[in-house]
Nanobody
Framework: QVQLVESGGGLVQAGGSLRLSCAAS????????MYWYRQALGKEREVVAR???????HYADSVKGRFTISRDNAKNTIYLQMNSLQPNDTAVYYC????????WGQGTQVTVSS
């Protein structure tokens, strides 16, 4: 089993920054893809960014140039640096690890005030 724990959410003013972390533990397959998703109130969950074991990244158009995903394989941790935050970035942010199946974290709330 794999456990994922997110941290770093909070309240920030528009234009501000936050850095989210997701620490993985347990039986982690050496080859995997890790994701950040978000779900705003009343909306479907959407992919924000992903990164594979080799560091290849992909971003949703809505966050390109503002968010950066990174990973520390030695710590089994991924990060999401979020800059120039806007009110429509407000959501619960979830970490996911995919390795033949999905593993999800519990989510962390990000609120951006105008």
């Amino acid at each position: 089993q794999v456990q994922l724990v997110e941290s770093g959410g909070g309240l920030v003013q528009a234009g501000g920054s936050l850095r989210l972390s997701c620490a993985a533990s347990g039986s982690i397959p050496s080859t995997n893809v890790m994701y950040w998703y978000r779900q705003a109130l009343g909306k479907e969950r959407e992919v924000v960014a992903r990164i594979n074991t080799y560091g290849t990244t992909h971003y949703a158009d809505s966050v390109k140039g503002r968010f950066t995903i990174s990973r520390d394989n030695a710590k089994n941790t991924i990060y999401l640096q979020m800059n120039s935050l806007q009110p429509n970035d407000t959501a619960v942010y979830y970490c996911k690890l995919y390795a033949l199946r999905d593993y999800w974290g519990q989510g962390t709330q990000v609120t951006v005030s105008s």
